[in-house]
């Protein structure tokens, strides 16, 4: 199984050691003969930020370069955006209705809060995750 995620992507910016990819996203069903008659196929243009030492001097605006990642970074992302929250969700739930014997409407208040507090943190801390998460030129 492969360990890393590739994405062909044409180089939008050059800044230093900083470098902007435009990468079209693809739906699963984009190469079916059939995707001009339905209405599911899909694609998707994304900015992907790579930092590279010298990059200013390895890539040019307009040039077809692959963006890498690894797969368990993906993982990671996808355990932080939905895992986590769904996980809290359950948990504050069954403790606030069982254990606490709070209302619904307090239950669900106090989810709400403690959600935008959690989605707040990984805000807060999106610099320190993007070097955790960092894409490169391959």
């Known amino acids: 199984m492969r360990e890393t995620i590739e994405h062909q992507g044409v180089v939008a910016s050059v800044d230093g050691n900083h470098v902007q990819v435009n990468i079209v996203q693809l739906a699963a069903c984009s190469e079916c003969k059939a995707r001009s008659l ?44 939905f895992g986590l929250p769904l996980l809290l969700t359950v948990v ?14 307090v239950s669900v208040g106090v989810l709400a809060v403690m959600l935008a507090l959690y989605f707040y943190i990984l805000y807060i801390n999106r610099d320190r995750m993007a ?8």
């Open 131 to 138: 070097k955790r998460f960092a894409f490169w030129i391959g």
């Open 92 to 105: 504050w739930m069954l403790v606030a209705m069982v254990v606490l014997n709070l209302g619904e409407l």
């Open 38 to 81: 339905c209405s599911s196929s899909e694609s998707k243009e994304k900015i992907i930020d790579v930092y590279e030492a010298d990059a200013a001097e390895k890539y040019r605006v307009g040039e077809r370069v692959k963006v890498c990642g690894t797969l368990s970074m993906g993982k990671q992302a996808v355990w932080l955006a």
